[in-house]
């Protein structure tokens, strides 16, 4: 198996553009996560879907951030626009139950927003 | 909400040492525990769990024990190796929070 496909590995973008971070998760697994991750604040829990529904985004920091589950093999998470805060490691994670079965982290994408 | 303590790093030690990373948390009941560590440059990866009291997790040499009573989960290995320079992360699940909750992570290097 491939693992957790993550695109672009990294994105570089001016204050005001939109981003759009790309994720294939594993087949089979019905659970996706999407998580930031920063030297300030470390490892947040943005988005959670499961079965393609959203479950919890309480943690998408504000209306800019979106994200989307059209169908089990791809999830998107746009920022619109992006600013400088913005930057940061964006990883998904797919798991084949809820939050406390083992999660599969993809690669992560690399987003600097300048 | 639930939290999770772990020992602040960074940690450096050299080949063959002893390892500890204390592990602390906070949800009630019986959270599952899990390690996760980080490589440079990847996303995280299990490393180890334990779903109950008492249950010892291991995996590539590396050991914790889920203590319901010290509410701990510390990881420990006999003797490291520089391959196991990595940033590590514990973490819990509980059916109240409903997703994992991480700590902050402890960086790990390992000096030949």
């Known amino acids: 198996d491939a693992g957790v496909i993550q695109s672009p590995r990294h994105e570089v973008t001016e204050m005001g553009q939109e981003v759009t971070l790309r994720c294939k998760p594993i087949s089979g697994h019905n659970s996706l996560f999407w998580y930031r991750q920063t030297m300030m604040r470390g490892l947040e829990l943005l988005i959670y879907f499961n079965n393609n529904v959203p479950i919890d985004d309480s943690g998408m920091p504000e209306d800019r951030f979106s994200a989307k589950m059209p169908n089990a093999s791809f999830s998107t998470l746009k920022i619109q626009p992006s600013e400088p805060r913005d930057s940061a490691v964006y990883f998904c994670?797919?798991?084949?139950?809820?939050?406390?079965?083992?999660?599969?982290f993809g690669p992560g994408t690399r987003l600097t927003v300048l | 909400g639930d939290s999770v303590t772990q020992m602040e790093g960074p940690v450096t030690l050299s080949e063959e040492a002893f390892l500890t990373i204390n592990c602390t948390y906070t949800a009630t009941g019986y959270p599952s525990l899990f390690w996760y560590v980080q490589y440079p440059g990847e996303g995280l990866q299990l490393l180890l769990k334990a779903t109950k009291a008492d249950d010892k997790g291991s995996n590539k040499g590396f050991e914790a024990t889920y203590r319901k009573e010290t509410t701990s989960f510390h990881l420990e290995k006999g003797s490291v190796q520089v391959s196991d320079s990595a940033v590590y992360f514990c973490?819990?699940?509980?059916?109240?929070?409903?997703?994992?909750?991480f700590g902050s992570g402890t960086q790990l290097t390992v000096l030949p």
């Open positions: 973490a819990d699940f509980s059916g109240s929070a409903r997703q994992l909750t």
């Open positions: 994670a797919t798991s084949t139950g809820g939050g406390g079965d083992t999660q599969y």
